[in-house]
């Protein structure tokens, strides 16, 4: 075991603070990676806060880690010391059910363990994330990052990217498609760059006008104010596909309205009851509600190389670990374009 500086919470809204981590010896398959940066997600903020009712403490979150490698296990043979690599939001799965046999790790019937606050499937240890030093994780489970992106910014291609990229590739989204995109936060803007460059018409639906001028700057081709009556009535059976990201309860009936013939909406905010859903409207046009949960080892890795050839990247702001407790205020509060990158020589000082 090799101890390593992390940063983590010993208790639901307490803040993160200094603490020590062990990281466990290379196994044969294992890749040791120093992390240079780590992604803030929103769902580090509700596993610290203990939101979801499933946080173990101490826990050490992270999952959007770019760094470089160490050292790797007798059995590697796709990385050496020195590669640029990458660390999503899995990190192991059982490998033998169809949706690991189909690429698709994030559903592994056998349970998925997580980069953090999960259980090791040899020990049973609670796995700890990026907010750290360095990981060891299963070659499996390590991705490339090409050399054409920009490191600092690509973690958050890991969770925010992976979430909107699989339902865009799933359903086809291409040129000429209708896209419409709910919401403008972390993932709506990574939804509408990468739309954007798969092609399609891409409208933002948004109910605050001074999102417009952000939208457009973005890429997004069209905007729609969902809180103009008018405007969406006239934009009635308009969209081939809508991809909400609003992250709380809400009604979707006002956006299944837009959907035109065999259209389909993708859920991937809400983690939570919705409003009722008009049965009526899914009926007209045989439209489609579906949902998404981030993606597979192989779609990230398609996702980290089209976003190197296509040059699409995050907007972030780059933070030190010291400032990760503010950081998280201002995820609260809305505050941030669109996403934090801790920069990690700041624990590493």
């Not at 969209?239 to 299944?256: A, G, M, R, W």
Request: with cysteine.
């Amino acid at each position: 075991m090799t101890s390593c500086k992390a940063y983590g919470a010993h208790e639901a809204h307490s803040d993160l603070i200094p603490m020590h981590i062990a990281r466990r010896d290379l196994r044969a398959d294992d890749v040791a990676i120093a992390i240079a940066y780590c992604g803030v997600c929103h769902s580090d903020l509700h596993c610290v806060h203990n939101d979801w009712g499933t946080t173990i403490y101490p826990v050490v979150p992270g999952h959007e880690i770019i760094g470089h490698v160490t050292a790797v296990g007798s059995a590697v043979t796709q990385y050496k010391v020195g590669d640029r690599v990458a660390v999503g939001c899995l990190v192991d799965s059982c490998q033998e059910c169809a949706p690991c046999a189909d690429g698709e790790e994030q559903h592994c019937t056998g349970g998925v363990t997580g980069t953090y606050n999960s259980r090791d499937r040899q020990t049973g240890d609670i796995t700890c994330g990026g907010y750290s030093e360095s990981i060891v994780v299963r070659e499996k489970f390590v991705l490339r990052v090409p050399s054409e992106l920009d490191m600092r910014f690509a973690g958050p291609l890991l969770c925010a990217g992976i979430t909107v990229w699989t339902p865009l590739r799933q359903h086809g989204v291409g040129r000429g498609t209708k896209v419409a995109v709910v919401g403008l936060g972390g993932l709506g803007h990574m939804a509408v760059k990468l739309a954007v460059a798969l092609g399609g018409d891409v409208t933002v639906i948004t109910s605050s006008p001074g999102k417009a001028e952000e939208a457009r700057a973005l890429g997004a081709h069209h905007v729609l104010l969902s809180s103009d009556p008018k405007a969406m009535q006239a934009t009635s059976n308009a969209f081939d596909f809508i991809l909400d990201t609003i992250p709380t309860k809400h009604n979707v009936n006002p956006y299944l309205m837009l959907l035109g013939r065999n259209g389909v909406l993708v859920l991937v905010g809400a983690i939570e009851p919705l409003e009722p859903i008009h049965g009526g409207l899914l009926m007209r046009n045989n439209r489609r509600i579906a949902g998404s949960l981030v993606g597979g080892i192989e779609a990230t890795q398609e996702l980290l190389d089209f976003c190197a050839v296509h040059n699409v990247l995050p907007d972030c702001e780059m933070i030190d670990i010291g400032d990760i407790n503010r950081a998280y205020q201002r995820m609260q509060a809305n505050d941030v374009k669109y996403r934090f990158v801790i920069d990690m020589a700041s624990l590493r000082a």
